[in-house]
């Protein structure tokens, strides 16, 4: 299996994943947080649902400069927002990674504000961690929010402990 088979296998997985989560979030909550240091539910749900697009920037561009980067955050009015928007760009990151070559994983991606940077690897090791990672890191924050609101929590890896409590009852 070629690099970017393994990185499109992969996507996929933790999209199916988070798509579960994301058809969770209640709309009646999207302006709670459950720390003043936080971000609110709706902030970070849409940061999920972003995320995947950072894979498109990581592709086809060899930096991002925060600096000059024009970027409105998404602002959803419900799950299915949060899920379309997820969709979207879970399509357009599949889409970028069906054409990556290892030659392209081996170019090196920066991050920087201005003349500031923030960090500099190559295009695999950005797609591994600040990509992916980076979004299980995020979609595990989302799941102790919705358990904080009493939401069940679905399997990620295998049934969660809402789903085998449904299995035991049942």
Not at 79 to 101: C, F, G, I, P, Q
Not at 108 to 131: E, F, H, N, Y
Request: charged content about 20%; hydrophobic content about 45%.
């Amino acid at each position: 299996m070629s690099a970017n088979q393994s990185l499109i296998a992969e996507v996929q997985h933790e999209a199916a994943s988070t798509k579960k989560l994301l058809e969770r979030v209640p709309a009646e909550h999207l302006g709670w947080k459950p720390h003043e240091k936080s971000m609110t539910l709706s902030r970070l749900a849409s940061h999920i649902s972003d995320l995947p697009e950072w894979i498109v920037f990581t592709i086809e561009q060899d930096e991002l400069d925060f600096a000059t980067a024009k970027f409105e955050p998404f602002v959803p009015s419900s799950a299915a927002d949060l899920v379309a928007r997820h969709d979207a760009n879970v399509s357009k990151a599949l889409k970028s990674l069906e054409n990556l070559t290892d030659e392209q994983m081996k170019e090196i991606w920066t991050l920087r504000s201005g003349d500031r940077i923030i960090l500099q690897q190559p295009k695999a090791v950005i797609l591994r961690s600040m990509c992916l990672n980076h979004l299980v890191h995020h979609r595990g924050q989302l799941s102790v929010f919705l358990r904080l609101l009493n939401v069940p929590i679905p399997g990620m890896y295998g049934p969660s402990a809402d789903e085998m409590a449904a299995m035991a009852a049942s």
